[in-house]
């Protein structure tokens, strides 16, 4: 069965302060992709980043890092300086080759509140 | 703007009614997926189109039907609505299988 969780329902942080997002993901196939979406208050889902399953290595993108780490099946995202406009309900989800129509699974989201 | 549109942005219908959500993809994309995302049970996948053809489908309920036609643009059709089907619908759509999704702002249906 494949699973995505994230533990973590909500986060309150003060503006400039570093956050981190736990994801951790299960599934059986050893060909997968997975995803960050971040929700902002105006609803829509924007894509984040990608990374398949052979690659580990950890990305930065300006003030968002992700981490990768098959060993403990996790993919965690960090947000460096976090600002009031980061303040959005993020997405981790996976998809994998044994799901011919590689949907995703999403886990249940976590609600970061910046305050400045 | 991800390039995928979706209308109507709200909806507010009636219990017994039906519905059409219309989706049109990021040109060049052949895939389009429907999600529902809803208080209890989160974003879920619905059902899947490529190239007009379906692919797979989730947990979408018989009550449910999508179809995606020649120009690729997707129609997802509610009948018989219920309260319990008040969500928020998406549409992504990808380029190929598998590929990053991307998604439509999402129609907010309402049932009274």
């Known amino acids: 069965a494949q699973k995505v969780t994230q533990a973590q329902t909500e986060i309150s942080v003060v503006e400039k302060e570093d956050v981190t997002l736990d994801c951790v993901y299960e599934t059986r196939d050893t060909t997968y992709y997975l995803f960050w979406y971040k929700q902002p208050p105006s609803g829509e889902l924007v894509f984040l980043i990608r990374?398949?399953?052979?690659?580990?290595q950890n990305e930065i993108s300006g003030r968002y890092s992700w981490n990768f780490q098959k060993s403990t099946s996790s993919f965690n995202f960090t947000i460096t300086a976090s600002q009031v406009v980061d303040s959005a309900v993020y997405f981790c989800a996976l998809s994998s080759l044994g799901d011919s129509s590689y949907k995703l699974i999403f886990g249940s989201g976590t609600r970061l509140l910046v305050r400045p | 703007d991800s390039g995928v549109t979706q209308t109507p942005k709200h909806l507010i219908t009636a219990t017994g009614q039906r519905v059409t959500l219309r989706c049109s993809p990021r040109s060049g994309d052949l895939s389009v997926y429907w999600y529902q995302q809803s208080l209890d049970q989160g974003l879920q996948f619905l059902i899947q189109y490529y190239n007009g053809e379906e692919r797979a489908k989730g947990n979408i309920l018989e009550r449910f039907s999508a179809q995606q036609f020649p120009d690729l643009h997707s129609e997802l059709n509610l009948s018989s609505l219920e309260l319990g089907d008040s969500a928020l619908y998406f549409c992504?759509?990808?380029?190929?299988?598998?590929?990053?999704?991307?998604f439509g702002p999402g129609t907010r249906l309402t049932v009274l």
């Open positions: 990374r398949n399953s052979f690659d580990e």
């Open positions: 992504a759509s990808s380029v190929e299988i598998p590929d990053t999704q991307y």
